[in-house]
């Protein structure tokens, strides 16, 4: 009987993604693809370190672990190494226990197309082409920044993850009328829309997936602390709040913390927050909240880029 993936929590990753390969990825582009399989084939017995998305896949898997016989999440590795030179992958897969026994190894080829044939929810990558490519796709994907992962020795008991609001959770459309027009007409237009649900961004499936797990978990576990919480981190505030609260209202998702931070930094919310990933639509975030937790950048759709 066929394996219906649609079932599942699918986070598709890259070898980069899941695994710090920063020394071979200078090699790779230093030296060329050649001198990049050679130094992978005669490293293949090495354990790779864990990268930034590591905790983040690591927790996912645990998921399966709560109730026996029960799986709610799958991981799938598809990376553009050939079959040649993932076995190094393979094996630090099995050094770390994690539980993937999927992958797409396209050898050299973009790895997008094969994003929806896995029925991935959540793409992660350190390559910006496939990321975009991705969002192309309509595939939730994120750019991982070189940053802190959580200690291996000391996991969370949670899966925490959080959210920016416009461009990540919610459209763009709001966010570009405060870039053309400035902060005055974005409240003006924010409070004449207040009832009016904000569309859906890039991630807002992922959410609603996450909720539902959510729900599903609290109402199967005897797990006193929940496994899974959420936060939305964004730089809205009063009165621009009260849109943002009925549209999660209107979704009917649940975000287990909510910051309307009003041009305060978001790393030092984060800092305290210490999630498993940070989703961002801007650089300028992505980089203060990356020296402090494991983050990711949300490309805009091309065509979002071009109207903006």
Same mark, same amino acid.
């Given at each position: 009987m066929p394996y219906d993936l649609s079932d599942y929590l699918v986070i598709g990753v890259s070898s980069?993604?899941?695994?710090?390969?920063s020394r071979e990825n200078e090699i790779y582009e230093k030296q060329g693809l050649e001198a990049y399989c050679r130094y992978q084939l005669e490293h293949e017995n090495d354990v790779l370190e864990p990268g930034t998305g590591f905790a983040l896949i690591e927790a996912m898997l645990r998921v399966n672990q709560i109730?026996?016989?029960?799986?709610?999440?799958?991981?799938?590795?598809?990376?553009?190494? @050939? !079959?040649?030179?993932?076995?190094?992958?393979?094996?630090?897969?099995?050094?770390?226990?994690?539980?993937?026994?999927?992958?797409?190894?396209?050898?050299g080829e973009p790895v997008a197309k094969?994003?929806?044939?896995?029925?991935?929810?959540?793409?992660?990558? !350190?390559?910006?082409?496939?990321v975009q490519a991705a969002v192309q796709s309509n595939?939730?994907?994120?750019? +991982?920044?070189?940053?802190?992962?959580?200690?291996? @020795?000391?996991?969370?008991?949670?899966?925490?993850?959080?959210?920016d609001g416009d461009a990540v959770l919610f459209s763009k459309e709001s966010e570009m009328?405060?870039?053309?027009k400035g902060l005055e007409a974005f409240i003006e237009h924010e409070?004449?829309?207040?009832?009016?649900?904000?569309p859906e961004g890039p991630f807002a499936k992922l959410l609603k997936t996450l909720s539902f797990l959510q729900f599903d978990l609290d109402s199967n576990s005897a797990q006193s602390n929940p496994p899974i919480r959420t936060a939305l981190v964004t730089a809205r505030n009063s009165? !621009?709040?009260?849109?943002?609260?009925?549209?999660?209202?209107?979704?009917?998702?649940? +975000?287990?913390?909510?910051?309307?931070?009003?041009?305060?930094?978001?790393?030092? +919310?984060?800092? @305290?927050? @210490?999630?498993?990933?940070f989703f961002d639509d801007?650089?300028?975030?992505?980089?203060?909240? !990356?020296?402090?937790?494991?983050?990711?950048?949300?490309?805009?759709?091309?065509?979002?880029?071009?109207?903006a």
């Open positions: 980069r993604a899941l695994f710090d390969l109730d026996t016989g029960v799986r709610r999440t799958e991981v799938v590795i598809i990376s553009r190494n @050939s !079959a040649d030179t993932s076995l190094r992958i393979s094996n630090s897969i099995d050094n770390y226990n994690l539980d993937i026994t999927r992958a797409a190894f396209t050898g094969y994003l929806n044939a896995f029925e991935v929810d959540l793409f992660l990558s !350190a390559t910006e082409e496939d595939v939730a994907a994120g750019l +991982i920044y070189d940053g802190p992962g959580h200690n291996q @020795s000391d996991p969370l008991e949670q899966i925490r993850i959080a959210f009328i405060y870039q053309q409070k004449m829309n207040a009832e009016k649900p904000l009165p !621009a709040h009260e849109r943002v609260i009925r549209t999660l209202r209107t979704w009917n998702v649940r +975000i287990d913390e909510t910051f309307f931070l009003g041009g305060v930094p978001k790393h030092k +919310i984060l800092q @305290s927050f @210490s999630p498993h990933i801007q650089h300028q975030h992505c980089e203060g909240a !990356a020296r402090v937790v494991p983050t990711a950048r949300v490309p805009h759709r091309d065509d979002e880029t071009k109207t």
